[in-house]
T-cell receptor
């Protein structure tokens, strides 16, 4: 069983839609939870970072962590064409990082 | 501007050639990493370093080697490239896990023919 499971999509939404991206994990020892955004032909860039259950908001982005269900989500409000990218979830315990396979998102103008 | 740089961005090379992928960061991070990324697959850690003269192999078996002679520089070398090495290679650095996660370079897309 993989440490981190992420629906690969692809996901296609109209501009202005609310997008929900999700990951599940199996190891309750994970301490830190991250979302990365990766544009085509670029490296991943850190979007959101949290270490506790609950919600963390940054502009149009909200990261949600539910440690009891081993489930994390990223919500994008008022999605824009510039949000079209692959989104990777990542989790860490100690110095070990584990990444999801990424969800490809296309926002159609 | 503090950043992490990878060169070359794209490389097409013949089987059996020796290649070195360069990675440099200007942030003074102690920890550096090499990941392999293939379409639809999770990132696989192939090497990491927690400081100068410290290198370790990651989870994914790799025929590559790395060195860390200077804090800012973490090159990856393939002594004899094979078609199975065709992939995207991502370099990353971090201060520590408990801060802001990784900063990634733009990657090197390697094709071995």
């Amino acid at each position: 069983q993989k440490e981190v499971e992420q629906d690969p999509g692809p996901l296609s939404v109209p501009e202005g839609a609310i997008v929900s991206l999700n990951c599940t994990y199996s190891n309750s020892a994970f301490q830190y939870f991250m979302w990365y955004r990766q544009y085509s032909r670029k490296g991943p860039e850190l979007l959101m970072y949290t270490y506790s259950s609950g919600n963390k908001e940054d502009g149009r982005f909200t990261a949600q962590v539910d440690k009891s269900s081993k489930y994390i989500s990223l919500f994008i409000r008022d999605s824009q064409p510039s949000d079209s990218a692959t989104y990777l979830c990542a989790m860490a315990r100690g110095n070990q990082f584990y990444f999801g396979t990424g969800t490809s998102l296309t926002v159609i103008p | 501007e503090a950043d992490i740089y990878q060169t070359p961005r794209y490389l097409v090379i013949g089987t059996g050639k020796k290649i070195t992928l360069e990675c440099s960061q200007t942030m003074g991070h102690d920890k550096m990493y090499w990941y392999q990324q293939d379409p639809g697959m999770e990132l696989h850690l192939i090497h990491y370093s927690y400081g100068v003269n410290s290198t370790e192999k990651g989870d994914l078996s790799s025929e590559s080697t790395v060195s860390r002679i200077r804090t800012e520089h973490f090159p990856l070398t393939l002594e004899s490239a094979r078609p199975s090495h065709t992939s995207q290679y991502l370099c990353a650095s971090s201060v520590a896990v408990g801060t802001a996660g990784y900063t990634f370079g733009s990657g090197t897309r390697l094709t071995v023919v």
